[in-house]
């Protein structure tokens, strides 16, 4: 009995997260995005926590990481696409039902919202690469899905209604998930806050970006901090594997 339930409370946390991402969903649907946005940051805490605590009770098994993965594809794929899609939706709305538009745009007006989902798949391709590939034990190669929902989602909460008054809103935000989409599947190597040893030596890079994100979160509060992070953290890697590359 002990056994069985030590065996499984690896995959009640990952469960938890699954269902924070379905709750997060419903959220989202309803524009409700401040609670989309603080179940993803709960479900990211369940991800986090319910590897570790595989590995530290050492029970860790194949149907626990293809359980993650499905888990993950909700929380950190159909949330942050749904958050996505209804601000395409109020921005379709106001925007496209004006006569100048012409009948065009009236007719992609239902559905241009729908992009949004791409997102979701492209999430599902890097999960599915990430499970296969055995590069990235220490490190990514691509945008890690929580990275990318958290920046989605932080956005979208703290500019939801700046964005809306932009004229070119629906352009700059279907253009940033096509890059943000790419950015999941990509080659391009990013750094991971996991430490072989604790070493300053050895992890400058790591407690550098550490320390900045903590003023970051301090300078501009949380909701705003993340997607500020996120970004940040794309661009210096990009900057890092560009140095390696060169040094090659």
């Known amino acids: 009995m002990i056994n069985s339930l030590k065996k499984n409370i690896p995959n ?3 469960c938890s997260n699954l269902i924070s ?6 959220f989202a649907f309803g524009a409700r995005f401040k609670e989309a946005f603080l179940f993803i940051i ?7 926590f319910d590897g570790m605590v595989a590995r530290l009770l050492h029970v860790s098994s194949p149907i626990g990481k293809e359980l993650d993965s499905l888990a993950d594809v909700i929380t950190f794929g159909v949330a942050p696409a749904t958050m996505i899609f209804t601000e395409l939706t109020a921005l379709t709305t106001s ?3 004006t006569a100048s538009c012409g009948t065009f745009c009236l007719k992609v007006q239902p559905i241009l919202p729908f992009v949004a989902f791409i997102l979701a798949a492209f999430s599902a391709l ?3 690469k990430f499970n296969l590939d055995e590069r990235q034990t220490t490190s990514f190669i691509g945008l890690p899905t929580p990275a990318n929902a958290l920046f989605w989602s932080s956005l979208l909460v703290a500019h939801s209604t700046t964005i809306e008054t932009f004229s070119f809103a629906r352009q700059l935000i ?6 943000t989409s790419y950015l999941l599947v990509c080659e391009l190597p990013m750094f991971a806050l996991k430490f072989k040893t604790y070493a300053f030596a050895e992890n400058k890079l790591k407690y550098g970006f550490v320390a900045f994100s903590i003023i970051v979160f301090a300078l501009t509060g949380i909701i705003n901090g993340f997607w500020i ?3 940040c953290y794309v661009a210096l890697s990009a900057i ?6 060169n040094k090659a």
Not at 42 to 48: H, K, L, P, S, Y
Not at 174 to 179: S, V
Not at 240 to 245: Q, T
């Open 126 to 128: 890097r999960l599915a």
């Open 12 to 14: 009640m946390l990952t």
């Open 42 to 48: 709960i479900g990211a805490i369940f991800d986090f």
């Open 240 to 245: 890092v594997a560009l140095m390696e590359r």
């Open 21 to 26: 991402g379905c709750i997060a969903v419903y």
């Open 229 to 231: 992070v996120i970004a």
């Open 174 to 179: 279907i253009a940033l998930l096509f890059i």
């Open 95 to 97: 925007c496209f039902a």
